[in-house]
């Protein structure tokens, strides 16, 4: 075998060598970075922690039937609890947006830092009705609520759609529910935009807020079955989700 063939073998096996090395680098770079950001979803469906229980409002049949219509769309991962700790930080950072339908209870500070840091990086929130009469030990989750329920009527209202222009309510029209009216006392520090009011007292029903990185949702709508079957708070509650976890006008 020639000099010049010899030459031209050795280089092509030192080349393959470093291309292994190179490749194998690469992979264990890129594992080390994928495991240091577990946070990280690379899920194509949104992952909502469902927070649920308290009160008046501590049943299982509503919950079910939005994570039934939900996960129906095909856009979203729906996982029902009852236990606070979930507000935790190594807990939260799981998920891409919290929704909650609680009523009263207390937040533990770290359940209290954990939710409000998590929303601060960039997660969602989204409030359902009683989330506003729910941890009324906590100021930073009434500021992120604004609302603080103080009180309520009832009967078939009309809901007139205020902000046109917000994504969550862009192409709804005016829409008629059977529900409570929630009043509330709103938190002095909270920047919100109203999209939703009722038409007999101007009252808001569902607003929105831009937190740190984060956004948050919350209507006062939603007492019972005869709200929960509702079409277009179905609709509203589908699209709070995609909002708040920026897929729509991300």
């Given at each position: 075998?020639?000099?010049?063939?010899?030459?031209?073998?050795?280089?092509?096996l030192?080349?393959?060598l470093?291309c292994?090395?190179t490749?194998?680098?690469?992979?264990?770079?890129?594992s080390?970075?994928?495991?240091?950001?577990?946070?990280?979803?690379t899920?194509?469906?949104?992952?909502?922690?469902?927070?649920?229980?308290?009160g008046?409002?501590?049943?299982?049949?509503?919950?079910?039937?939005?994570?039934?219509?939900?996960?129906?769309?095909?856009?979203?991962?729906?996982?029902?609890t009852?236990?606070r700790?979930?507000?935790?930080?190594?807990?939260i950072?799981k998920?891409?947006?919290?929704m909650?339908?609680?009523?009263g209870?207390?937040?533990?500070?770290?359940?209290?830092?954990?939710?409000?840091?998590?929303?601060?990086?960039?997660g969602?929130?989204?409030?359902?009705?009683?989330a506003?009469d729910s941890?009324?030990n906590?100021?930073?989750?009434w500021k992120l609520?604004?609302?603080r329920?103080?009180?309520?009527?009832?009967?078939?209202?009309?809901?007139?759609i205020?902000g046109?222009?917000?994504?969550?309510v862009?192409?709804?029209?005016d829409?008629?529910?059977?529900?409570?009216?929630?009043?509330?006392?709103?938190?002095?520090d909270?920047?919100?935009?109203?999209?939703?009011?009722?038409?007999?007292?101007g009252?808001p029903?569902?607003?929105?807020?831009?937190?740190g990185?984060?956004?948050?949702?919350?209507?006062g709508l939603?007492?019972?079955?005869?709200a929960w079957?509702?079409?277009a708070?179905?609709?509203?509650?589908?699209r709070?989700?995609?909002?708040?976890?920026?897929?729509?006008?991300p």
């Amino acid at each position: 075998m020639g000099k010049k063939v010899i030459t031209i073998l050795v280089a092509t096996l030192v080349t393959a060598l470093l291309c292994a090395v190179t490749e194998a680098d690469t992979k264990c770079r890129t594992s080390q970075t994928q495991s240091s950001s577990p946070q990280l979803s690379t899920q194509s469906k949104v992952r909502v922690l469902f927070m649920v229980g308290g009160g008046v409002h501590n049943d299982d049949e509503l919950p079910e039937l939005m994570k039934n219509v939900l996960e129906g769309t095909k856009q979203f991962d729906v996982t029902i609890t009852r236990d606070r700790d979930k507000f935790k930080t190594e807990n939260i950072r799981k998920y891409d947006v919290v929704m909650i339908y609680t009523t009263g209870g207390n937040l533990s500070a770290e359940q209290e830092q954990g939710l409000v840091k998590f929303v601060e990086s960039g997660g969602g929130l989204v409030g359902i009705h009683s989330a506003t009469d729910s941890f009324k030990n906590s100021d930073a989750y009434w500021k992120l609520m604004w609302g603080r329920f103080r009180g309520h009527g009832y009967g078939t209202f009309t809901v007139k759609i205020t902000g046109k222009r917000h994504p969550i309510v862009q192409g709804m029209k005016d829409f008629q529910i059977t529900d409570e009216t929630y009043q509330h006392t709103w938190h002095p520090d909270s920047k919100a935009i109203v999209l939703m009011r009722r038409a007999d007292d101007g009252d808001p029903s569902s607003w929105v807020q831009y937190v740190g990185k984060g956004r948050v949702f919350v209507t006062g709508l939603g007492h019972g079955k005869e709200a929960w079957e509702n079409p277009a708070f179905q609709k509203m509650i589908e699209r709070a989700l995609l909002w708040a976890d920026f897929r729509l006008n991300p």
